[in-house]
């Protein structure tokens, strides 16, 4: 469990250096390698899901406003230019930061200890192998209170819902 509250720790708080210590610390605890992350996935947590929202708004914003200003008056052609170039680069700014963290709303986080790994989504289905506790795993689909996983190793199976906590709760 604080394998999973770390994560969600550290999506409210990308560049907090002791969620990162801790969550480290818990992994390596678990004699668990902290999952490797790429320079996109670095440079995507530099703000917050909520800053790259309002940076977002505000773009649009730019962009509207812009737009207005060119229909109401042919003055300030430069400004309404740099203005509209501006909030469209904020905009995209925000998509490619959405984009970032898109695998991030499909992760989870093993909660029970030796998770069985199954061929089908059955109780009774064969065992392909087993999880340990506080793995973190891509959550591919569900059905029926299964889940499909995929491991870090690229590994695939079907675990019970009640074994895998995601990073971004769902109702």
Known sequence: MAVLNYER???LSPNDPDI?????????ASHLPAPPRSAFDRIARIWSPFASSWIGVIGLMMVGVSALVAQLSSRYRGMRRTAALLGVSMICLTVCNGIALWPILHEGVV???????RVSPVPMGDSLFVLPEAETVKIAAEHEGFLLVETAAGRTGWVSRANVASVVPRK
């Not at 990162?20 to 390596?28: H, I, S, T």
């Open 9 to 11: 720790a550290s999506l």
């Open 111 to 117: 909660i029970t200890g030796a998770t069985p790994v």
């Open 20 to 28: 990162d210590a801790n969550l480290n610390y818990v992994r390596a």
